[in-house]
């Protein structure tokens, strides 16, 4: 008779804590310290409220790589840091000279 419980383990040696670690869903990169914080994902939604867009405009940028995101299946995720950089990037290479900047004139 075939053993199919997937909560036995089987495996021994150096490298059974790091497969108990993703088996937990702690995934954590090699050379990165296991106490190091994660920064959370975010929705469409809420990055469309932090740009001041709309969900399905935020999901269609995305989509066309306009916006840095991940798609996990069906869902767009993305970080707030990486959206914020982003922003900083698209102010800064703008023709456009920002208040503070004509004031310098």
Request: overall charge positive.
């Amino acid at each position: 008779m075939e053993d199919l419980g997937h909560n036995t383990q089987t495996t021994t040696g150096a490298s059974d804590a790091g497969k108990q670690s993703l088996r937990r869903g702690n995934f954590a990169s090699a050379g990165t310290s296991m106490n190091a914080a994660i920064e959370p994902l975010i929705d469409a939604t809420q990055a469309a409220r932090m740009l001041k867009l709309h969900p399905v405009t935020v999901r269609e940028m995305a989509s066309r790589g306009a916006i840095p995101g991940l798609k996990i299946g069906k869902v767009w995720r993305f970080r707030a840091s990486s959206l914020d950089e982003w922003v900083t990037r698209q102010i800064e290479s703008s023709c456009y000279p920002l208040s503070h900047q004509r004031e310098e004139r």
